[in-house]
């Protein structure tokens, strides 16, 4: 099977962290994979490293150009005339997002004159919010085989604001490779002294971009109010600003300007392989207005931590009040003290629930039970015809 998966971000997050573990895993399965990547991106870069092939899109004149750099290719506007002669030889084309739909929408729609055309699947990594049933999202559509999401209440959403019939919408789960993950996290004791965390500390920490609609203002105003209280409270918040959002960048600036005063405030922000240092949290915190499924929180339960997480999006299928963990209303700087304070007064849980949920996601989200069905799923989607 020939497979292109698209994803030219500019970031690398758990969207574009998933699409390349995706596409490695088929390659393993045998499948014959390569991927489209934006130019000097941190995706582009792990592909290389990966041995992936990779057709790059999003190169400007005066990019660098020499043995040890990167390959570049056209600018992002003609992008598509790049990759057009490989749709020739795909079975199936795999687009990780959204914007990159509108991206591969001329080399999709000329496909549609040809006797035998890749099918194409459309995997939404984030939450839709606001409806796309207007005309031209009508015929953009059209161009899609199937599409994929996360959890049913993303799916429910998608059948409410995107143009695709219900039939053509696929729940998948998403996995982690929870063997390797094991083995890369480091002990508590390195961990927190990697992250400069006092030993004896109370640490409420998360893993995930600084965005409004990631919480992040709830969050550390619900700790700020809890630890005048209790001096052993800290908050470690690991993550950068959506690099290509200024308003992102502008609460960054803001966030780390009073994190600056208070030193039991901790944003690091992009630290490589962020994962192997969750063992230095106590608990993990997602408060995020609307996540399709979060795969921090999968990470955060591999390694045996209770959770806390705003109740929306697929984050109740992962976090169960009073058996993994806590949730709370999003949005909501009081929800979020709340469910900290019923957290830190049911500290005796914290083990049994950390268990709970690392035992919940070794059965049910271990990517290598569920990553190699991706490749039944094609073959169900080229034998609709």
């Not at 020499?66 to 002669?85: E, F, N, Q």
């Not at 109370?202 to 550390?220: H, M, S, W």
């Not at 999968?298 to 931590?305: F, K, N, T, W």
Request: charged letters at 20%; a neutral charge.
């Amino acid at each position: 099977m020939r497979i292109l998966h698209v994803c030219p971000r500019p970031n690398f997050s758990g969207l574009e962290s998933y699409a390349l573990q995706m596409a490695l895993a088929q390659r393993a399965l045998g499948a014959e994979v390569s991927m489209v990547v934006l130019a000097e991106s941190p995706l582009a870069k792990r592909a290389h490293e990966a041995g992936l092939a990779t057709v790059v899109v999003g190169a400007s004149a005066s990019s660098p150009t020499g043995p040890d750099v990167l390959p570049t290719a056209a600018p992002i506007a003609d992008g598509w005339r790049v990759v057009l002669p490989l749709l020739r030889h795909c079975d199936i084309v795999h687009i990780h997002s959204t914007q990159d739909l509108d991206f591969m929408m001329t080399p999709l729609a000329l496909t549609r004159t040809w006797s035998s055309r890749p099918r194409v699947i459309l995997q939404t990594h984030i939450w839709i919010s606001h409806s796309k049933k207007d005309p031209l999202h009508w015929v953009l559509y059209k161009l899609v085989d199937e599409m994929w999401c996360s959890s049913e209440p993303a799916r429910a959403t998608l059948e409410k604001f995107i143009p695709i019939a219900p039939s053509k919408i696929r729940v998948i789960r998403y996995g982690r490779d929870i063997a390797s993950l094991e083995a890369g996290f480091l002990s508590r004791e390195d961990a927190r002294m990697a992250l400069g965390l006092p030993g004896d500390a109370v640490v409420v920490g998360t893993v995930a971009r600084i965005d409004a609609g990631k919480g992040v203002r709830e969050l550390y105003d619900a700790c700020e109010t809890l630890m005048s209280a209790d001096p052993s409270l800290h908050l470690v918040w690991i993550g950068p600003p959506t690099g290509d959002d200024p308003k992102a960048v502008a609460l960054a600036e803001e966030i780390f300007a009073r994190a600056r005063v208070n030193p039991r405030m901790h944003f690091p922000g992009s630290v490589a392989d962020s994962y192997k240092y969750l063992r230095a949290f106590d608990l993990f915190a997602l408060p995020t207005y609307a996540e399709c499924f979060s795969l921090a929180l999968l990470e955060a339960q591999i390694a045996g931590l209770p959770c806390l997480a705003s109740n929306s999006g697929g984050s109740p299928q992962i976090v169960r009040e009073g058996e993994t963990g806590w949730l709370f209303e999003p949005r909501s700087t009081t929800a979020c003290l709340s469910a900290l304070q019923r957290a830190l007064g049911d500290r005796m849980m914290w083990p049994h629930f950390g268990r709970v949920a690392h035992d919940q996601v070794a059965a049910l989200y271990d990517s290598s039970k569920i990553l190699p069905t991706t490749l039944d799923m094609y073959r169900e989607v080229i034998a609709r015809g």
